[in-house]
């Protein structure tokens, strides 16, 4: 079911919270360091997504926001208010931060509007079921709210777990990778949905993922973890376009890599001369080219290649080519219908936007 507009209730929360991560270190009892110097923070009204591969700390950071974890060092401050630190500790229930996990945590004994006003204990009964049906009714589900879980789908079930969490109207929100249990076919429509949500709340957001393409369509700004550092922060735009090292860019994009030096302000590779500014003359350089940022045709500059397979991915074809010089196949996303069926001898060119150069330091897998 998809949530009419006219079914929203658009009550914001009490104030929207800047939670601000300073110095923060991690480690467990065995002395594995899960989070190393991490300084950040979410601004109020902000959906700040925390992404990385599995390990990189994301989920830690948001159970330190939570009270769930203790950080080994570092302070964790909402509004100016120090909520965790040396020498403070706030207990979860007095931050006013609100949980989402993956596996939405219902209670399958309690209805609905049961699930909802679960944490609505400091007000009676009667304030309780009130609020719990306005936070069902900004997820489009009041109709629900003397149904048992059972009765929903995934998608349902996740926007009863976002009700529950924004009943106590939160300062801040944290969503641990909500979206990990859904049907493929469901996640666009959910995600959309919650953002929607999230954005009628008002609450501060932080969402943990591992998806670059839903780190992208969800958050205002990406936090970039690996192996406990934060890596680089800012808009998706500013991560795909300018990553600060090939780590980030292999994060968002497939990359063809070609070793490379120096010359004159330009580098030489099996795809063509690339430019490369601010590298000194022989300066050993990393080439990455996007599977993205292939043309097929005769132009100016083109390169010869032999088609060595295609597979047909719907809008686009995944090509593997032959190119002289190139020690491995090149791999390409070219439009479907670009290719002539049957064609083995083609010419390629590199869109110099899907063209990034970094300094050699053998970082990338």
């Known amino acids: 079911m998809t949530m009419q507009e006219g079914s929203r209730v ?3 929360v009490t104030f929207a919270a800047r939670l601000s991560f300073e110095n923060i270190s991690h480690a467990f009892a065995s002395g594995v360091e899960t989070l190393r110097d991490v300084t950040l923070a979410a601004e109020p009204g902000e959906v700040l997504c925390l992404l990385g591969p599995s390990g990189s700390g994301k989920t830690t950071l948001l159970r330190i926001a939570a009270g769930i974890e203790t950080q080994t060092a570092g302070r964790v401050v909402m509004n100016e208010r120090e909520i965790a630190g040396p ?34 204990t400091a007000l009676s009964r009667q304030e309780a079921d009130s609020e719990a049906m306005i936070s069902l009714a900004r997820v489009g589900l009041e109709q629900y709210a003397h149904k048992y879980p059972h009765v929903l789908s995934g998608g349902e079930q996740q926007r009863v777990a976002l009700a529950r969490a924004i009943a106590p109207r939160p300062a801040v ?75 980030v860019a292999g994060f968002f994009s497939e990359l063809n890599l070609f070793e490379a030096r120096v010359s004159g302000g330009t580098a030489d590779t099996p795809v063509g001369r690339v430019a490369a500014p601010g590298f000194a003359d022989g300066a050993r350089v990393t080439v990455a080219v996007r599977l993205s940022g292939f043309e097929v045709g005769e132009v100016a500059g083109a390169i010869p290649a032999r088609v060595l397979s295609s597979r047909f991915l719907g809008v686009v074809d995944l090509v593997d080519l032959a190119v002289p010089g190139a020690d491995r196949p090149v791999r390409a996303r070219v439009r479907c ?18 063209v990034l150069v970094f300094e050699s330091r053998g970082e990338y897998a």
């Open 87 to 120: 020498d403070v500790f706030l207990p979860p229930e007095k931050r006013s931060i609100g949980l989402v996990f993956q596996d939405f945590a219902l209670f399958p004994h309690l209805t609905i509007l049961e699930n909802v006003r679960f944490g609505l």
């Open 10 to 12: 658009s009550a914001g």
């Open 337 to 354: 219908g670009v290719l002539a069926p049957g064609g083995r001898d083609i010419f390629v060119s590199v869109r110099p936007a899907d």
């Open 173 to 247: 929100l944290l969503m641990d990778e909500p979206f990990s249990g859904l049907d493929s076919r469901l996640k666009d429509a959910v995600r959309a949905e919650t953002l929607d949500i999230l954005r009628r709340s008002r609450a501060t957001a932080i969402v943990v993922t591992h998806d670059a393409e839903e780190a992208m369509r969800m958050g205002d700004r990406i936090a970039l973890l690996r192996a406990g550092r934060l890596m680089q922060l800012g808009r998706a735009e500013e991560l795909y376009q300018r990553p600060a090292d090939l780590f």
